[in-house]
């Protein structure tokens, strides 16, 4: 008898401590908002929780790395909007040259003006974004370029380095984002360098030739279009940057959407879960009080 008494305890005390579980993760789950916070919640459903939350993750990554891309193609596209610009001072300077032999006061003046233009161009592929020189390829903690009046364009030897960077795409492919100083300034193609118009300016004002100056223009146009072509390239990489990130914004949006589907709890279930475990707590403990006490002279009659 003594042993069906026992049994009868350990019922009611294993009972109620499911109920005391039963009550404490329904209120967790109103008080959080969520219906899975620790592994034994839903045991089946955690390797699902952790993939989507990996995912979410990277995909936020990737959402942030595409905000700096976006700022470097908009201040490499400005740059070269510059350039641009300082291409037109030169031809203007140009056409003054072209006008008639220059006084000597005139040709100094010119020249200092070019010499200028051509340290204004050094400084624009040296922009800087987050400290990192963008034209600089992978090696882009050092200036492309710096002013050296020995050398036939007036600039020094490439410090940088090539460039292998490319922004990710959300769907794991990946697109090139950036160009050299080299491929935008200073191209193998003589025609095509704007360092090289610059320079043969400059040695036209120096000669004070005409038909020195009239080449200059020639070149410092074909500079330019080349210029152009580059900034177009930066204005795709903006395009497909803007792309890319409207399709993170929406993966996230559905990642998130099957992370609630999973974790969130059914507030209304969590309530009504509450309300039944505190009656049935309330019942047996109702039900327990109403069993007579007894002692072990109770069954010794």
Known sequence: MLDSVDS??????????????????????????KRIETASDAPDQIGELLQVRSAI??????????????????????????????????????????????????????????????QDMVGIAGTQVNGRYIFSGDNDQVPPYTLD?????????YAGAASTR????????????????????????????????????????LDNDSAEMQNALASLQTA???????????GMAQNRISQATDSAAGKDTRLQAQLSSIQ????TAAIL??????????AALSARAKVPPTSLFDYLR
């Open 224 to 234: 330019q279009g080349h210029i152009q072509t580059q900034a177009a390239f930066y």
């Open 8 to 33: 009868s305890s350990r019922q009611f005390l294993i009972a109620s401590e499911r109920l005391a579980e039963r009550l404490d993760r329904a209120q967790r789950q109103i008080s959080s908002g």
């Open 166 to 205: 490319q922004a990710r795409h959300p769907d794991g492919s990946s697109f090139a984002i950036s160009r050299t100083a080299p491929e935008i300034f200073d191209s193998p193609n003589p025609d095509e360098s704007v360092f090289g118009a610059l320079a043969g300016l400059l040695t036209a004002l």
């Open 264 to 267: 969130d709890v059914d507030v």
């Open 149 to 157: 009046p020995m050398q036939p364009n007036g600039i020094s030897a």
């Open 273 to 282: 879960e509450l309300q039944d475990a505190q009656f049935q707590r309330q």
């Open 57 to 118: 993750a990277e995909n936020q990554q990737v959402q942030s790395n595409l905000d700096a891309y976006k700022l470097e193609e908009d201040v490499a596209a400005n740059a070269l909007e510059q350039a641009s610009s300082v291409i037109d001072s030169a031809k203007s300077l140009t056409s003054i040259g072209l006008n008639g032999a220059l006084s000597p006061s005139m040709q100094a003046n010119l020249v200092a003006q070019v010499q200028s233009l051509l």
